[in-house]
């Protein structure tokens, strides 16, 4: 099983970014894809997660400004993030229990 995600950077604040998360080597649209961030000295922390019927779940620091989305045929899952905060800046990870992406580095400049 592989998890490449894609799409960090340096934004400035108020800016926005898409993640992406190819999966391979897993049955995907069966499956939940969740994204988690992890801070320098902090613990890794839920961010977002798509359900395999498409139901949405996000933490509450992000409701309202992430939106997480799939394309099974695609085999890919998306986390688009508007209106970027300093405090969003983290590495970006996607997960398919019990499988963990590589992360994608995220910054927001204030």
């Known amino acids: 099983v592989q998890l490449q995600a894609s799409g960090g950077g340096l934004v400035q604040a108020g800016g926005s970014l898409r993640l992406s998360c190819a999966a391979s080597?897993?049955?995907?649209?069966?499956?939940?894809v969740s994204w988690y961030r992890q801070a320098p000295g902090k613990q890794r922390d839920f961010v977002a997660r798509?359900?395999?019927?498409?139901?949405?779940y996000y933490a509450d620091a992000v409701k309202g400004r992430f939106i997480i989305s799939r394309v099974n045929a695609a085999n890919t899952a998306y986390l688009q993030m508007y209106n970027l905060k300093p405090e969003d800046t983290a590495i970006y990870y996607c997960n398919i229990i019990p499988h963990w992406g590589q992360g994608t580095q995220v910054t927001v400049a204030s």
């Open positions: 080597g897993i049955a995907f649209s069966n499956r939940d």
């Open positions: 798509v359900s395999n019927l498409g139901s949405t």
